[in-house]
């Protein structure tokens, strides 16, 4: 199975929503709290060129936010970029 890393605040809805899919599809997960580190998400932006929260990885390959994810699930096509 592949890590998968979220960069991520506290009180962001769709944060949450992620961390909860996540979860009830028992994937483990690497959750970084980009409140606790300004530096590292101003390299995170640049290193995918989104602003916004969360931003999803899988592996080393940058999906997107919690739509996104959501997409691939109902298309059937996240388990398999997870290796499960």
Do not use: H, W
């Not at 592949?2 to 909860?20: M, S």
């Not at 300004?38 to 932006?45: A, C, D, R, S, W």
């Amino acid at each position: 199975m592949k890590e998968v890393t979220l960069y991520t605040t506290r009180f962001c809805p769709y944060c949450i929503r992620a961390l909860r899919m996540l979860s009830k599809k028992e994937i483990p997960y690497k959750n970084i709290d980009v409140n606790k580190n300004q530096e590292l998400f101003e390299e995170i932006k640049k290193k995918t060129g989104s602003d916004t929260v969360p931003q999803i990885f899988i592996g080393e390959e940058f999906i997107g936010g919690f739509d996104e994810m959501n997409k691939l699930d109902k298309e059937g096509k996240l388990d398999s970029m997870l290796g499960i």
